[in-house]
């Protein structure tokens, strides 16, 4: 079986002074472990001499709290040298690496172990490569340092024994590959005092050898005996370090009683649990076997009364092995395969270069088929017989009456919920029986909505806790129980998220539930693929979320044809849907740009699955509706051959479509401009160029305002009435006559005002034709020179509303890339130049508009930009005001 390798160090490339690499060679409370020379060069080496050849399994690492190394290579050789001077000669085993966390959110204040299942290889030596230290206020010169180190393997050649009785029974013991001593790990040494952890691993031996020869009372005797001596180890560990403490400071009177205090403690333990008798140091003690709730005749039992008190209030459950959490470097070991689980092949082939990856065994056993948890049912005919009705009732009655209390591995897992929610709570998360976890999924929903931070916990202590139930249950079989957790997390997002959840946090729950819900998402089961879709759609427009753009970014990378058929399909329908709800945005980080969706959508096309390409058929075409360019530049060209394909003769179909609609629209805007424009052969001047009037005002600007009748294909009426001293523009479908002799009478109206209905005004500012003239040549170089409402692109020279300025700008304009929109105002910003404008932006009063020239607020009226540009009070930024006729035009609404 895998054991504590010992080993010593026979090379470092530096070393402190007070921090010597010899102090590796043990294992206590009181080591101070290894610390490289202050600044120091890297990488640092750490050479490992292992007292035996045997087969590595796992090395465990334990970091210092402030001289951490960012990265830790492990080299492995199977030579034979006997002088250290060799070292340097020695041929090596990539094995791979880890890397270290810098500890920065425990404050410095904790150790992290590392344990990591290499690939299985002979050897001798083992190298370690430190890379170069996480900076911190703590390291100042720069070192790094290693507290312990752990070596766990199998002998190659298992020791002789003289007794033959007992040379096969241990043969057996020593030849398990699937145990795993608790008491060889770093968890159980580095805190427990070095004389108990050895008498421990004497009693588990022993343990392990009764129950071999079916002595079943002692074996329980001693199991109970470890965990009590375990304890008391603990308890001398701290003694110890105390002690040692007193010693730096010179208190010799205190270490004096520390001394002393730890002899009696340790004298008083071993009596009170029968030590000697346990360990059968003369031989078969017959009191070992006897129970432990029997009495002698003279009413005593045969061993104190510790044992009895620690038998009854001992869990049901035992201590699990491996109960530190392995690192990413191995590869998996792999147990014994259990009933249903497709993994019943050899272990993972071993890798020469990067780092090894492994599951998670946190999250659960490996998920089943649906053909395999079918399979596992029961039979009807068994379900609804007699005989195993009472068989199932029985089975009830043991699960109800069996405790769902934690184990120490669970326990050090669950640390953040337990403390956040406590202990009753988090053990339904982790019991058997689908209707304590409905329960605790059902109290973890009162928890969120009654959330109170004077009182309980911070927001974000919470929602990491909660978020850690919650994907271990969103694991589960049972459909009812992954059901409520997708229930919950919806409510975690819409309703307790919002206001008190940091963006980090939001960002690290998103991390945590989004691979397992997509993984659901692509599930046989309609049910769950629904439920699980929908939640991913739901946290997708909690607004916390959609600012982070976790969920599109996520969704939307490019399908490869490898990618399974249904996780494709409910991708790609995700897809759609975001395009759907949020729209096709301009902002790089989003995941919902042209380009990004198009990629998406062209790696769709060519995915083995039609549901799949029919999918990334519609996404591409809503985004060829927004930017054709783009979308043709990811397709094969348009021509016979490529047309030949029936898919892309389909999708090149549905774009032409597009065009047609376009150009036609664009022809009957382009005929509302000419009607709304004098003759050619009437211009006083020269006229602008054909390059200007393309770049008139956009057509779907002129629609905007522009009434166009449909029917007669005619243009509405607009009749412009003036007085002495100003003129009042009406839209009306007929034509009214005005007294020159009222200043606002207006007549009734009359069929016989051919010359006033014939009168022209501009469809922007409402001037009328002959007011224009008498500054501009014509309606075009009005629209292109001085029409107040309008304004130059100074990008593009593109003639737009000034109310439409920052829109063409972000999606219109040929050098929109160069735009973003902020955030705070909503104007269209230059990239280069965001961070000094969000520096000095005032931001965007609810309910009003932004003006792009002066970066007024407008109320949002119906006429506030008219008023704002054409006004008593123009905008002083608007150059063309200065254009207009001496007389004010009023507006009447």
């Known amino acids: 079986m895998p054991k504590k390798i010992d080993f010593g160090i026979i090379h470092v490339t530096s070393e402190d002074p007070k921090h010597r690499a010899t102090e590796l060679n043990s294992h206590g409370p009181t080591v101070k472990g290894w610390q490289s020379s202050k600044n120091c060069d890297y990488p640092q080496e750490v050479v490992i001499q292992l007292n035996e050849r045997c087969s590595l399994n796992k090395i465990q690492i334990l970091a210092h709290q402030y001289l951490i190394p960012t990265k830790l290579e492990l080299f492995s050789s199977n030579e034979d040298t006997n002088t250290v001077e060799e070292v340097e000669t020695i041929n090596w085993d990539y094995l791979g690496y880890i890397t270290l966390s810098d500890n920065q959110s425990t404050g410095f204040k904790s150790r992290e172990l590392?344990?990591?299942?290499?690939?299985?290889?002979?050897?001798?030596?083992?190298?370690?490569k430190l890379g170069k230290n996480h900076p911190n206020s703590h390291n100042n010169n720069n070192q790094v340092s290693l507290i312990a180190v752990n070596v766990l393997g199998t002998e190659i050649v298992a020791r002789r024994h003289s007794n033959?009785?007992?040379?096969?029974?241990?043969?057996?013991?020593?030849?398990?590959?699937?145990?795993?001593?608790?008491?060889?790990?770093?968890?159980?040494?580095?805190?427990?005092?070095?004389?108990?952890?050895?008498?421990?691993?004497?009693?588990?031996?022993?343990?392990?050898?009764?129950?071999?020869?079916?002595?079943?009372?002692?074996?329980?005797?001693?199991?109970?005996?470890?965990?009590?001596?375990?304890?008391?180890?603990?308890?001398?560990?701290?003694?110890?370090?105390?002690?040692?403490h007193a010693i730096e400071l010179e208190d010799y009177e205190r270490a004096r009683h520390k001394k002393n205090q730890m002899d009696d403690y340790r004298v008083g333990v071993y009596q009170e649990l029968c030590v000697e008798q346990l360990l059968e140091s003369d031989g078969h003690c017959p009191k070992n076997d006897e129970c432990l709730d029997e009495v002698d005749s003279g009413g005593k039992n045969p061993l104190s009364p510790t044992l009895l008190r620690v038998s009854n209030d001992k869990r049901a459950n035992s201590p699990q092995i491996n109960q530190t959490q392995v690192s990413p470097l191995h590869v998996p070991r792999h147990q014994s395969p259990k009933k249903g689980s497709p993994n019943t092949g050899s272990p993972t082939s071993i890798q020469t270069r990067g780092s090894f990856r492994r599951r998670n065994k946190s999250a659960g056993a490996i998920v089943k088929s649906t053909y395999e948890m079918y399979e596992d049912k029961p039979l009807p005919a068994l379900r609804h017989s007699q005989t195993n009705e009472f068989l199932r009732e029985?089975?009830?009655?043991?699960?109800?009456?069996?405790?769902?209390?934690?184990?120490?591995?669970?326990?050090?897992?669950?640390?953040?919920?337990?403390?956040?929610?406590?202990?009753?709570?988090?053990?339904?998360?982790?019991s058997k029986h689908y209707c304590d976890k409905e329960d605790g999924l059902?109290?973890?929903?009162?928890?969120?909505?009654?959330?109170?931070?004077?009182?309980?916990?911070?927001?974000?202590?919470?929602?990491?806790?909660?978020?850690?139930?919650?994907?271990?249950?969103?694991?589960?079989?049972?459909?009812?129980?992954?059901?409520?957790?997708?229930?919950?997390?919806?409510?975690?997002?819409?309703?307790?998220?919002?206001?008190?959840?940091?963006?980090?946090?939001?960002?690290?729950?998103?991390?945590?539930?989004?691979?397992?819900?997509?993984?659901?998402?692509?599930?046989?089961?309609?049910?769950?693929?629904?439920?699980?879709?929908?939640?991913?759609?739901?946290?997708?427009?909690?607004?916390?979320?959609?600012?982070?753009?976790?969920i599109p970014v996520h969704l939307s990378r490019p399908v490869s044809s490898s990618t399974h058929p249904r996780l494709a399909l409910s991708?790609?329908?995700?897809?759609?849907?975001?395009?759907?709800?949020?729209?096709?945005?301009?902002?790089?980080?989003?995941?919902?740009?042209?380009?990004?969706?198009?990629?998406?959508?062209?790696?769709?096309?060519?995915?083995?699955?039609?549901?799949?390409?029919?999918?990334?058929?519609?996404?591409l075409v809503l985004v060829y509706k927004v930017n054709p360019r783009l979308v043709r530049k990811q397709l094969p060209p348009d021509d016979d051959i490529t047309r030949r394909n029936l898919l892309y003769r389909q999708l090149f179909h549905e774009f032409d479509k597009i065009d047609l609609q376009r150009k036609k629209e664009m022809l009957e805007k382009t005929r509302v401009i000419q009607q709304c424009s004098v003759p050619p052969?009437?211009?006083?001047?020269?006229?602008?160029?054909?390059?200007?009037?393309?770049?008139?005002?956009s057509t779907s600007n002129i629609q905007n305002i522009f009434t166009y009748d449909q029917v007669n294909s005619q243009p509405k009426n607009f009749t412009i009435s003036k007085s002495l001293s100003g003129g009042n523009i009406q839209k009306n479908g007929t034509a009214k006559n005005e007294s020159s002799s009222s200043a606002s009478g207006i007549s009734s109206p009359s069929n016989n005002s051919q010359k006033e209905e014939d009168e022209k005004q501009c469809i922007f500012c409402n001037q009328p034709e002959s007011s224009i003239l008498s500054v501009s040549n014509s309606m075009n170089s009005h629209y292109w020179?001085?029409?107040?409402?309008?304004?130059?692109?100074?990008?593009?020279?593109?003639?737009?509303?000034?109310?439409?300025?920052?829109?063409?700008?972000?999606?219109?304009?040929?050098?929109?890339?160069?735009?973003?929109?902020?955030?705070?105002?909503?104007?269209?910003?230059?990239?280069?130049?965001?961070?000094?404008?969000?520096?000095?932006?005032?931001?965007?009063?609810?309910?009003?508009?932004?003006?792009?020239?002066?970066?007024?607020?407008?109320?949002?009226?119906?006429?506030?930009?008219?008023?704002?540009?054409?006004?008593?009070?123009?905008?002083?930024?608007?150059?063309?005001?200065?254009?207009?006729?001496?007389?004010?035009?009023?507006?009447?609404?």
């Open 785 to 893: 020179r001085s029409c107040p409402m309008l304004v130059r692109c100074k990008e593009c020279s593109q003639v737009v509303e000034v109310s439409m300025l920052t829109e063409h700008l972000l999606m219109e304009c040929e050098r929109r890339e160069n735009y973003t929109q902020c955030s705070q105002c909503s104007e269209a910003v230059k990239i280069a130049e965001i961070k000094q404008h969000v520096a000095s932006c005032r931001g965007l009063t609810e309910g009003h508009n932004r003006c792009p020239l002066c970066h007024e607020n407008l109320e949002d009226e119906e006429l506030c930009w008219k008023k704002h540009l054409m006004g008593d009070k123009p905008c002083l930024k608007n150059t063309r005001i200065k254009m207009q006729p001496q007389k004010q035009v009023t507006i009447q609404v």
């Open 164 to 244: 033959p009785e007992n040379a096969e029974k241990f043969t057996d013991l020593v030849n398990d590959p699937e145990y795993w001593s608790p008491y060889d790990d770093l968890a159980f040494e580095m805190y427990v005092d070095t004389d108990v952890a050895k008498i421990i691993r004497e009693m588990e031996t022993k343990k392990r050898l009764a129950v071999i020869s079916e002595r079943f009372e002692f074996a329980r005797k001693l199991k109970l005996a470890m965990e009590s001596l375990r304890s008391a180890g603990e308890k001398l560990g701290k003694y110890e370090l105390e002690k040692r």
């Open 114 to 128: 590392k344990s990591a299942n290499v690939p299985v290889t002979t050897a001798t030596y083992v190298k370690l």
């Open 681 to 697: 052969n009437e211009f006083l001047s020269p006229e602008p160029t054909p390059n200007e009037i393309n770049k008139c005002p």
């Open 394 to 430: 029985c089975q009830l009655e043991t699960d109800y009456k069996t405790t769902s209390k934690l184990t120490e591995r669970e326990k050090k897992q669950a640390a953040l919920p337990i403390l956040v929610f406590g202990n009753d709570l988090v053990e339904k998360y982790y």
């Open 571 to 619: 991708r790609a329908e995700m897809v759609e849907q975001l395009i759907i709800n949020h729209g096709i945005s301009t902002d790089k980080q989003s995941g919902l740009t042209c380009r990004t969706l198009s990629e998406f959508g062209s790696s769709g096309l060519h995915h083995p699955a039609e549901a799949v390409r029919k999918v990334s058929e519609r996404i």
């Open 442 to 550: 059902n109290k973890l929903k009162e928890e969120l909505l009654s959330y109170d931070n004077t009182k309980m916990h911070t927001a974000n202590k919470t929602a990491r806790a909660a978020i850690f139930l919650l994907h271990r249950t969103l694991r589960d079989k049972v459909f009812s129980v992954y059901n409520l957790a997708n229930e919950v997390i919806r409510l975690f997002f819409v309703q307790f998220v919002p206001g008190r959840v940091s963006p980090a946090e939001v960002s690290r729950s998103v991390d945590k539930l989004l691979p397992e819900l997509l993984t659901k998402s692509g599930d046989t089961s309609a049910r769950i693929h629904h439920m699980a879709v929908h939640t991913i759609l739901t946290m997708a427009d909690c607004k916390n979320v959609r600012d982070l753009h976790l």
